[in-house]
């Protein structure tokens, strides 16, 4: 696995003091991106929380998914949340060390009071004191809640007195990226009281070791008011893999007044594990986790980015939408073609393009994308694609020959693969694809034969390159 280190530096470390009518929470912002550019320690919001112990529980689940890792969980992991001010809200954001879950805590206009929210994206400290001081706080205390400095001044000081170097393995970047396309094809499944929520999270198991569900994935269904458990994907069903990774959820439930569960429609039959989202509706903010299909099975392979990233029109297209975005708390694609001048479905391609670099996520209680900036950049995402890459290096090598609504493949061992288009839904002969049915993306030939047909330009990459990509 692909890992580099990136520097996450603040003034000081974030601290819950008391203070005179209640306590004060400083959460400490690292260098983040902002509307005017990119700022060493951006301040986003200053003033009460209306719900304090809810707030406080609702970020500590989104720093226990971050320091977390649901699959071999002997290895250690820890990665600082990032904090998104999108103007009427404030968004907290985490990724698991396996890279199969993804946590967002939504505090909303109604869990905030006091001066206005602002717009950018960095990482927010979130330190083991701070973690234990967050677990103290009671029910009828006011919280002072403050993301950034303590004054605006302080970017001036010398040097940073906290530094911590985090490992960002590729496929949690990649997994970033491939979460928000999953789940903008979601739909809300099933909703369940405060009381039945309790009552069916309650009663999961608590640990799996991160091992493969004998006999198959989970599988819930709405019933009545509440959900029970099914052998099969039977129509409305939800699948729940690895139902220990949901237990960050614990920290909030007894403040609970909803359970929404998203995920993709299920018609039945031999349906394969699919994602799903959890979300827990909270006094003015929302806490929301989205599992892989396996918990051994991170997002960062299911290649729903991989047509995006293969088509030049999407890569044009994304720097036109990226202006377009403003930090912007519900991006709608309709307005966005407006105002591109873009047709809808090029609009899409555009932010799942955006997505791969973290400049757009999806939310699913709202059905819509909204705008943030991560330090990466899609060209990264690119290079660490191993099927994109083969299949540039396919096409750079004439490998590709059209009949028809038929493609022939001459793979690097010689062996003729065929690609048949039916209604623009791609199919091919490899064992890769007769194993996951397009249900992990293209395969490395199908995605050739794409590129083909739209006459994309191949990447110039050396024939090595398309080794060991499915």
Request: charged fraction near 20%; include cysteine.
């Amino acid at each position: 696995m692909t890992r580099s280190l990136q520097a996450v530096a603040y003034r000081h470390a974030s601290v819950l003091e008391s203070a005179a009518g209640g306590s004060r929470l400083g959460l400490e912002t690292s260098r983040g991106a902002t509307p005017a550019g990119v700022a060493d320690h951006p301040r986003f919001f200053a003033g009460f929380l209306t719900s304090p112990q809810v707030a406080s529980a609702g970020l500590l689940a989104v720093a226990d998914v971050a320091a977390a890792r649901y699959y071999q969980p002997q290895l250690r992991a820890s990665l600082d949340p990032v904090v998104t001010g999108n103007g009427d809200r404030l968004r907290f954001e985490s990724f698991s060390g396996c890279g199969g879950v993804y946590a967002r805590l939504d505090v909303l206009a109604p869990g905030l009071d006091g001066g206005p929210v602002g717009h950018g994206t960095t990482n927010v400290d979130v330190n083991n004191p701070l973690r234990e001081a967050l677990s103290r706080i009671g029910s009828d205390d006011p919280l002072h809640l403050r993301v950034g400095p303590e004054e605006l001044t302080v970017t001036t000081l010398d040097g940073p007195v906290v530094e911590k170097k985090v490992p960002l393995p590729d496929r949690w970047l990649r997994g970033f990226a491939e979460a928000q396309v999953i789940a903008a094809g979601f739909d809300l499944r099933a909703e369940l009281s405060a009381d039945e929520a309790v009552r069916f999270l309650r009663g999961l198991p608590r640990a799996g070791g991160g091992r493969r569900a004998v006999g198959g994935p989970r599988w819930v269904v709405p019933v009545g008011r509440g959900l029970r458990p099914t052998t099969r994907p039977v129509p409305g069903a939800v699948c729940l893999p690895g139902p220990e990774r949901l237990a960050a959820l614990q920290r909030v439930l007894r403040y609970a007044t909803a359970l929404r569960v998203h995920g993709p429609a299920v018609t039945g039959g031999a349906a394969g594990a699919t994602a799903a989202a959890w979300e827990v509706v909270l006094p003015g903010m929302r806490l929301t986790l989205t599992l892989s299909p396996d918990a051994s099975r991170g997002f960062s392979g299911e290649g729903g980015v991989l047509d995006a990233l293969a088509t030049d029109d999407a890569a044009e297209d994304a720097e036109l939408i990226a202006v377009l975005l403003a930090w912007e708390p519900r991006v709608d694609v309709a307005d966005l073609a407006a105002a591109s001048g873009l047709a809808p479905e090029r609009v899409r391609a555009a932010l799942v393009r955006l997505g791969t670099s973290g400049r757009v996520g999806y939310d699913t209680a709202e059905a819509a994308y909204f705008h943030r900036e991560l330090p990466y950049d899609a060209e990264r995402v690119e290079r660490h694609n191993p099927r994109l890459r083969a299949a540039r290096a396919l096409v750079a090598a004439g490998a590709v020959a059209l009949d028809g609504p038929v493609g022939t493949v001459t793979a690097e061992d010689g062996h003729l693969h065929r690609v048949r288009d039916a209604a623009g839904v791609l199919s091919c002969s490899c064992p890769w694809w007769a194993r996951y049915r397009g249900g992990r993306g293209p395969c490395k030939h199908a995605l050739a034969v794409r590129m083909v047909r739209r006459g994309t330009a191949a990447q110039r990459v050396p024939a090595a390159a398309a080794g060991g990509a499915r």
